[in-house]
């Protein structure tokens, strides 16, 4: 399975960004799906996670109520809406998919990465 991260880009503070995470191949596998981001000088942190089927969602509490993440199986499709962007939102921005049901906060659970997208909030 290869992830394709869309949707990053420069954007003022309180604007929104649609991030894009799809999947290259639909496979009879169950896989759960995370966002993670990555700023400078700082470790990779979960942002957000959907289970295999779309009907729960995770959040880190520092974008719960602001970012929220969704599912379209029939375009291999994860999305992540981001609402009322902050300068701290600035980093690169990665979709990883695990083997199983739910999505997990720890970076080695997940099988497949994406590539990663710039997202640069100016205040």
């Known amino acids: 399975v290869q992830l394709q991260a869309s949707g990053g880009g420069l954007v003022q503070a309180g604007n929104s960004l649609r991030l894009s995470c799809a999947a290259s191949?639909?496979?009879?596998?169950?896989?759960?799906v995370g966002w993670f981001r990555q700023a400078p000088g700082k470790e990779r942190e979960f942002v957000a996670g959907?289970?295999?089927?779309?009907?729960?969602?995770y959040y880190a509490d520092s974008v719960k109520g602001r970012f929220t993440i969704s599912g379209d199986n029939a375009k291999n499709t994860v999305y992540l809406q981001m609402n009322t962007l902050k300068p701290e939102d600035t980093a690169v921005y990665y979709c990883?998919?695990?083997?199983?049901?739910?999505?997990?906060?720890?970076?080695?659970?997940?099988?497949?990465w994406g590539q990663g997208t710039q997202v640069t909030v100016s205040s």
């Open positions: 191949r639909r496979t009879s596998s169950t896989y759960a």
């Open positions: 959907i289970s295999w089927d779309g009907r729960s969602t």
């Open positions: 990883a998919a695990r083997a199983g049901v739910l999505p997990k906060a720890s970076r080695s659970s997940y099988d497949y």
